[in-house]
């Protein structure tokens, strides 16, 4: 698992232990009765839907958008705020294909949590197919999502 990956899941499971921490304590203490302890007091409990405080798993995928077809576009990736993916490098592997080399973490302390960095992509020259394909390679050399512009 490189870095990237492992901070990208850490800090979903922090995301996930903070929604079930919050549900936890919004649900209210002890076993039914009234506060006097006399069970024949009690009303009917209503329960309220728990709040959402984190978007599914599956919305973490990176994604892109064209800004201007054919020229440039945007990528979406998820992960700490304060040490987020960036791409070091757009190299082209065919007319309708490119790769985005993705830099070396930081190497600093990074916030647990997990939000959307959004960079605009320019096209090499070079770059027409469609639709395009867009491998996004982690730094050591894996490929961590292949993506589509159409």
């Known amino acids: 698992m ?20 919050v549900t936890g304590c919004a649900s209210g203490g002890g076993a039914g009765g009234s506060l006097d302890g006399n069970p024949e007091e009690t009303a009917p409990a209503e329960t309220a839907p728990a709040p959402e405080t984190s978007a599914p798993v599956d919305d973490f ?6 800004l201007e077809e054919g020229a440039s576009f945007e990528l ?4 700490s705020s304060s040490c987020p993916a960036e791409v070091a490098e757009v190299l082209l592997d065919a007319p309708d294909r490119v ?12 916030t647990m949590d997990m939000a959307p960095t959004t960079q605009t992509i320019e096209l090499p020259e070079g770059a027409d197919g469609r639709p395009l394909g867009i491998a996004l390679r982690a730094d050591d050399g894996t490929v961590a999502a292949d993506l589509t512009l159409d």
């Open 99 to 110: 790769t985005l080399q993705l830099a070396p973490p930081s190497d600093g302390m990074c």
């Open 2 to 21: 490189d870095i990237t990956t492992g901070r990208m899941r850490a800090a979903m499971i922090a995301a996930a232990s903070v929604a079930l921490l």
């Open 76 to 79: 979406t990736t998820y992960g």
């Open 61 to 66: 995928e990176p994604s892109v958008a064209w």
